[in-house]
């Protein structure tokens, strides 16, 4: 019988020390850093080239289709606007000029209006603003007896990292934050467009400059329409020369 006790007590003492719980704990922080992402790619030559050497082109002008193509990629709500740009500010640098005369009908500023752009696809984000919010009116015939100004012309600022304000245009997006007003995040790599819809990721632009005769550039103007005020008009024409200004596209977060 000693036996017997001896071994239960024991196997009771085995029990209780094997159940007992010891705990040593260590915490690792994770952080997680969201930085908001906007890529633009740009598709281009580095210098779209207008050469004038025929009267048919002043007339007609020339267009340059498909020159530069945008791909959008953002983490964030975003707006795109094309702005022209130059050292001089709001007209053309003027590098090189043919004439040999001083000529008081014959000018050297040349409006930055005077590039036309259009865009393919439209704004699919320009809210409640006014009907001229973005390039993707088709040009207007050459040959059009009263241009409606301005309708394609680029919009100039000699401070092109300011937005537009409302009512000038953008490829896409607006100025504001509300509903509707600026584009999601997302990337033309992953999209997917809804059935009957475009992406808003992807745009290809065309440019036009018509000189007419005299070369006073006719659909040159300000977004609502009016001529701008470096416009020239006859009897004074552009000086012959050659002339350079910049055109800078710009993603940015709605705002």
């Given at each position: ?16 020390f ?11 922080t ?25 009267i048919r ?14 791909k ?15 050292q ?34 439209a ?11 973005d390039?993707?009116s ?19 600022s ?9 009512g000038?245009?953008y ?23 809804a ?31 009016l001529?701008?005020?470096?416009a ?24």
């Open positions: 019988m000693k036996k017997i006790i001896l071994v239960l007590s024991f196997l009771g003492l085995f029990s209780a094997s159940f007992g719980q010891l705990i040593d704990e260590k915490n690792v994770v952080t997680m850093d969201l930085q908001p992402i906007l890529q633009l790619n740009m598709t281009t030559s580095d210098q779209v080239d207008f050469v004038f050497d025929d082109d002043y007339y007609g002008g020339i267009i340059k289709y498909a020159a530069t193509i945008l959008v990629s953002s983490s964030v709500s975003w707006d795109l606007y094309a702005v022209g740009t130059s001089a500010g709001v007209i053309w640098d003027q590098q090189m000029s043919y004439s040999t005369v001083v000529n008081p009908n014959s000018v050297n500023a040349l409006p930055l209006s005077l590039l036309e752009l259009h865009q393919y696809e704004n699919q984000n320009d809210g409640i603003a006014p009907p001229i919010t390039y993707s088709i040009f207007q015939p050459t040959m059009t007896a009263v241009p409606v100004m301005g309708q394609n012309s680029i919009y100039n000699a401070s092109p990292y300011t937005a537009p304000a409302p000038e245009k490829i896409n997006g607006i100025s504001g934050t509300a509903a509707n007003e600026g584009g999601e995040g997302g990337s033309y790599l992953t999209e997917v467009p059935a009957g819809s475009f992406s808003e990721f992807y745009y290809t632009i065309d440019y036009r400059i018509v000189p007419s005769l005299p070369a006073t550039f006719p659909f040159a103007g300000t977004n609502g329409g001529a701008d005020v470096n020239i008009a006859s009897p004074q024409y552009a000086e012959p020369g050659v002339y350079t200004m910049n055109c800078k596209y710009i993603l940015l977060e709605d705002q």
